[in-house]
């Protein structure tokens, strides 16, 4: 069983950073996925397993920066620029079977329990 535990969440204002961090016990292909309420989840960035390969949402292109260290067995988000729109939970979720993440959380198999970001205006 694979558990992963997200951090860093927390209250930020309009402009402002955070950090989210993902420990797991594997190095599978990672993403964040955030759900607002009464939205539908939706994917945000991905990572492969040896970090060389990154994708994003359009909505985090240039604000936010996915990595890993697999020294730590931790992903992170780093999140810049932050936005009242980006206010949701958010939650890191592996991939096992694919070595480029992707953006359909169907594909993914493993989920931690989310942390909560909330952006004030």
């Known amino acids: 069983q694979v558990l992963l535990v997200e951090s860093g969440g927390g209250l930020v204002q309009a402009g402002g950073s955070l950090r989210l961090s993902c420990a797991t016990s594997e190095h599978y292909s990672t993403g964040w996925f955030r759900q607002a309420p009464q939205k539908e989840r939706e994917f945000v960035a991905g990572?492969?397993?040896?970090?060389?390969?990154?994708n994003y949402a359009d909505s985090a292109k240039g604000r936010f920066t996915i990595s890993r260290d697999n020294a730590k067995n931790t992903v992170y988000l780093q999140m810049t620029s932050l936005k009242p729109e980006d206010t949701a939970v958010y939650y890191c979720a592996e991939d096992p079977f694919r070595a480029v993440p992707s953006a359909n959380d169907q594909l993914y198999m493993y989920w931690g329990q989310g942390t909560q970001v909330t952006v004030s205006s």
């Open positions: 990572v492969s397993r040896s970090g060389g390969t990154t």
